[in-house]
């Protein structure tokens, strides 16, 4: 892990530590962005990982093309308890501090202002993103991308536990998932975030039909959100249709592999963040 963050570091990254509200360190890989002349300031990109993802092993497949292609800036980190970065999630709560510790200090330590960020949230990222983004913690005007996330966390697990086959049937998931989620407060509701009119930024919404985690029909936040019209309205939407030769849809695979999914993404970003589209 130390070797991988190493190797980056010497290749214009840097090493980055933010401190959250309440006093936890932690562990973040920061790179400058490569277009320097933009009018109003410079623009970032921080990504939240999904589940069980460690920012180190992503910075050679990911996130060093990503921040090449883009552009843009880039602020990789992981949360407390995760790699390096102190302390232990206790709570949702938790991790939302960490997320407004990291905007936080772009904000403070670099300049940059809140609209010229954006949060791209993978998986369950992007649930902590859209919960964050609704949360008081938010500064007003922070971007997001939603990248192949789930409406709740509860409709997610219960798809994955009964199977494909199951969850197309119901659609819905179980009753007895969504209580037990929402008594432990880890529903993860990002369906509600968006519902709640309180996310301000501009938003890009990706998803998958085929994904072999999030299954579309019982737990993709796409899926419900089209049901409201009105929450994807000026909204980016950004289908991916890579297979493999099985036809077999993997739900973490690095975007850039499906080329016009990526070239996509990256132009609807650059437009939410005020910049022209790359050629």
Excluded at 51 to 74: C, H, K, T, V
Excluded at 165 to 192: I, M, N, Q, R
Excluded at 245 to 256: T, V
Aim: proline share 4%; aromatic share 12%.
């Amino acid at each position: 892990m130390d070797n991988a963050r190493t190797r980056f570091i010497n290749k214009g990254w840097a090493a980055w530590t933010v401190t959250t509200r309440d006093g936890v360190e932690l562990n973040c890989c920061l790179k400058e962005p490569t277009e320097r002349d933009i009018p109003d300031g410079q623009r970032y990109i921080i990504f939240i990982g999904g589940n069980m993802q460690i920012y180190e092993f992503w910075l050679a497949p990911y996130f060093e093309p990503y921040a090449r292609d883009s552009r843009l800036g880039f602020l990789a980190f992981n949360f407390r308890g995760v790699g390096r970065s102190e302390g232990a999630v206790t709570c949702v709560e938790d991790m939302l501090l960490d997320i407004g510790a990291c905007v936080e200090s772009l904000v403070m330590r670099r300049g940059v202002k809140p609209e010229h960020i954006l949060i791209h949230g993978f998986s369950i990222g992007g649930a902590l993103a859209a919960l964050y983004l609704a949360s008081p913690l938010a500064m007003p005007g922070v971007c997001m991308t939603s990248d192949r996330s789930f409406r709740t966390f509860a409709h997610a697990a219960f798809s994955i536990v009964r199977g494909f086959g199951a969850a197309v049937a119901e659609p819905h998931g179980s009753f007895l998932a969504v209580y037990l989620f929402k008594a432990t407060c880890w529903e993860l509701d990002a369906e509600a975030a968006w519902a709640s009119g309180r996310i301000q930024g501009r938003k890009v919404l990706v998803y998958n039909r085929a994904d072999n985690i999030v299954c579309y029909a019982a737990a993709s936040l796409h899926n419900a959100l089209v049901q409201q019209p009105a929450l994807l309205q000026d909204v980016a939407v950004i289908e991916v249709t890579l297979r493999d030769a099985g036809g077999w849809a993997m739900h973490d695979f690095p975007l850039y592999i499906d080329s016009r999914a990526w070239r996509a993404l990256i132009n609807a970003e650059r437009k939410a963040l005020g910049l022209q589209p790359i050629a």
